[in-house]
């Protein structure tokens, strides 16, 4: 074979694949179009209830665009949606919450057939241009998928007395995960919170290191509380000496770094966790990790410590640094009121 | 005799004087010694209540001491406020003016000894003509807080936030998907991280849920995976935003956080059992978000594109088949070389 021939070949091959490409998107296609009925506006079908595998209430509304007698309209479910016997699609015409301009469904009634995932109703004619709606009220009638997903093979549709179809239309639905709330009388949402101490001694400042907490003190959360767990904290002014009228305090808002020799003050928070679904974010200001690292604290409530879940045995390690400088008032009475908060998120 | 009677007589005012001494000492010692840390167990932990206007509804809350020292403790009542940009709360010092003067208590400082469950019964009084919904939180902390002379004071106290729905005329449950994407447009591997932005533009607290469904298109009919939406069940009050992320981790490879320490760091997993989950190309999330209006569920579609390119597989894939083609082309090679070497040399021997 030569190469000429090779090439001759291939563009026969892109040629056929274009001539079938355009038979199909310009011929076939719009003829499966035109095959079906003609469709309608304002078709709705609306859950009262999403959740998965729910028994539901609803509403279907729809719009014909042209003027027919129709004698029935039948609604088909998307596939999985399980439906009970037509005495079960019991209706009314309560406008709740329809489509504005809506009207009461003309004729309509309890289904008379429920064949496969097609239900069909009584009607009499619908004025063409105006929305129609009605409610199916017997949650018995439908069950909504038990998979979560989107179903879009719905279809509303219009039959003459023959039963000849006049108009329909598809419609989407979904269904999400079971939404259900499993919080019993005996295991309501608590949440513990622990501190090993209440006094941390920091003993004697030096200049030429840092000081921190000798036994850093803990606070332990036990929490089933979904949505995790938060822990604030705030000083007073900083560690104050009465005596001297001297504080030793540092800038709040970021993670600092101490420098023997240069006054500072600031809680450097560590973390674990046993268990639990939550993971613990220490807040970046306040880490801890470094030996010489934290933030400082202020008068006003700041965010330590935050988790997005429960937690068996959290612990933040609270630990506190001190730096002071050759110019420090000596004295023993340096003190600092710290107030940590926690709770259980919502 | 007289000796022997003597030395008892000592002996037992001996006796009696030490242990009168250490009796009288002892309430000093421990007036001196540490208070044992704030250690308490509070339920519910949130508190979610619907309640009516016009009358007096009671809430339970429960508080253990769950130390080891009695402790006498005092509750009260402060406000809150979400952080519209990063959704945090910032828990405040302040009274919430709103409500505080419809609410009391039955015990506002009590007494409560180790093990021991105290059942706070908090009335809230609120009039008929009220707000749609409150969020507050009770503070519980200790009455005394004995100050160190040197060094620092750990003060602790737990609060219980407090969301309640007002159960009158005119509520309205509105919700609103401000946002929805994926954190990157463009992935190596998965997880993908996905944060949907939920706005409260009601008067009454929601509870959205739903799932973020992966297709290949849009209008797929079936997804890929299925994602959980606030899982959590988390709350969103009136007027404040709520981002709730949700993971698809369900790929191959993927990459799972790894602690060492006090670091973490991200490392890929490579689970064989999971090949058939490589992901690679465009895909779409679809969110479906719900939330109850009063009366049904109102479902909120958005919907975003991504991109999953495991370049760096894709490139030694590439790298290993261009090997593969040179070695095909070069046998190929070889063997029309030689077939022509062949025919020539069948030609020359005809001539």
């Not at chain 1, 104050?240 to 030793?248: F, G, M, R, V």
Request: net charge negative; hydrophobic share 40%; charged share 15%.
């Amino acid at each position: 074979m030569t190469k000429r021939l090779i090439v001759e070949r291939v563009k026969r091959l892109q040629l056929s694949v274009l001539v079938l490409v355009f038979v199909f998107g310009v011929i076939v296609s719009p003829f499966g179009v035109s095959i079906a009925s003609a469709a309608m506006s304002n078709v709705m079908v609306r859950f009262d209830n999403i959740t998965a595998n729910t028994a539901t209430t609803g509403t279907v509304c729809a719009e014909t665009n042209q003027s027919n007698t129709e004698a029935s309209v039948h609604v088909t479910f998307p596939t999985g949606y399980t439906l009970g016997v037509a005495g079960n699609f019991t209706v009314n015409t309560t406008n709740l919450a329809w489509p504005s301009g809506a009207s009461a469904w003309p004729g309509i009634g309890t289904a008379t057939d429920v064949t496969s995932q097609e239900v069909t109703f009584p009607s009499t004619t619908l004025s063409a241009g105006t929305t129609y709606c009605f409610n199916w009220t017997n949650t018995a009638a439908v069950t909504t998928n038990a998979t979560p997903g989107t179903y879009a093979d719905g279809l509303v549709a219009l039959y003459d007395s023959n039963p000849t179809l006049l108009e329909s239309a598809e419609f989407a639905a979904a269904t999400v995960s079971d939404s259900t709330i499993n919080v019993t009388a005996t295991v309501p949402p608590a949440f513990a919170f622990a501190l090993s101490a209440n006094s941390d001694s920091l003993g004697d400042l030096s200049t030429s290191s840092v000081t921190t907490s000798p036994t850093p003190r803990t606070i332990t959360i036990n929490t089933n509380a979904y949505a995790g767990w938060q822990v604030w904290g705030k000083d007073t002014v900083g560690l104050t000496s009465a005596n001297t009228s001297h504080t030793i305090s540092s800038t709040p808002g970021s993670n600092l770094t101490l420098s023997p020799g240069t006054e500072g003050y600031v809680l450097g928070i560590t973390s674990s966790q046993v268990a639990g679904a939550g993971t613990v974010t220490v807040n970046a200001a306040f880490n801890g990790v470094g030996v010489n690292d934290g933030g400082a604290l202020d008068a006003s409530l700041r965010s330590l410590a935050t988790s997005d879940g429960t937690a068996d045995t959290a612990v933040l390690t609270l630990t506190n640094k001190v730096t002071i400088s050759g110019i420090t008032p000596a004295a023993t009475d340096y003190t600092d009121v710290i107030t940590v908060t926690g709770a259980g998120l919502f | 005799m007289i000796k022997t009677w003597l030395k008892r007589v000592f002996f037992w005012s001996g006796s009696v004087a030490t242990l009168t001494m250490i009796s009288l000492a002892s309430p000093m010692v421990s007036a001196q010694s540490e208070q044992s840390g704030f250690s308490v167990q509070v339920t519910p932990s949130p508190l979610v209540a619907t309640i009516q206007p016009g009358v007096q509804s009671k809430l339970e809350l429960k508080v253990k001491n769950i130390g080891t020292s009695t402790d006498t403790l005092k509750i009260e009542t402060r406000s809150f406020k979400i952080d519209e940009e990063t959704g945090a709360v910032d828990l405040s010092d302040n009274s919430p003016a709103e409500i505080a003067d419809w609410i009391s208590y039955s015990d506002p400082t009590f007494t409560i000894k180790p093990g021991e469950w105290q059942t706070q019964e908090i009335t809230i009084d609120l009039p008929a003509d009220t707000g749609f919904s409150y969020s507050f939180a009770f503070v519980i902390s200790r009455t005394v807080v004995d100050k160190a002379e040197s060094g620092n004071t750990i003060a602790g106290s737990v609060a219980i936030f407090t969301l309640l729905n007002v159960d009158r005329p005119g509520a309205v449950r509105k919700l609103e998907v401000t946002s929805f994407k994926a954190t990157q447009s463009f992935y190596e591997y998965l997880p993908v991280r996905f944060k949907a932005k939920f706005k409260n533009t009601g008067n009454v607290i929601v509870q959205p849920f739903g799932n973020v469904f992966i297709q290949r298109g849009s209008s797929d009919a079936e997804s890929i995976s299925t994602l959980p939406v606030n899982d959590v069940r988390g709350y969103i009050i009136p007027g404040s935003s709520r981002v709730i992320d949700s993971d698809w981790a369900d790929g191959f490879p993927v990459y799972e956080t790894v602690v060492s320490g006090n670091e973490e760091k991200e490392d890929l997993n490579w689970d064989w059992s999971k090949l058939t989950d490589f992901r690679i190309g465009q895909y779409t999330a679809k969110l479906i978000a719900v939330y109850n209006d009063g009366m049904r569920d109102v479902p909120i579609e958005r919907t975003a594109t991504f991109w999953v390119f495991p370049w760096r597989i894709a490139l030694v894939a590439f790298a290993v088949f261009a090997v593969f083609a040179a070695g095909i082309v070069m046998i190929l090679r070889k063997l029309y070389l030689a077939f022509r070497r062949g025919k020539s040399r069948k030609s020359k021997s005809n001539n």
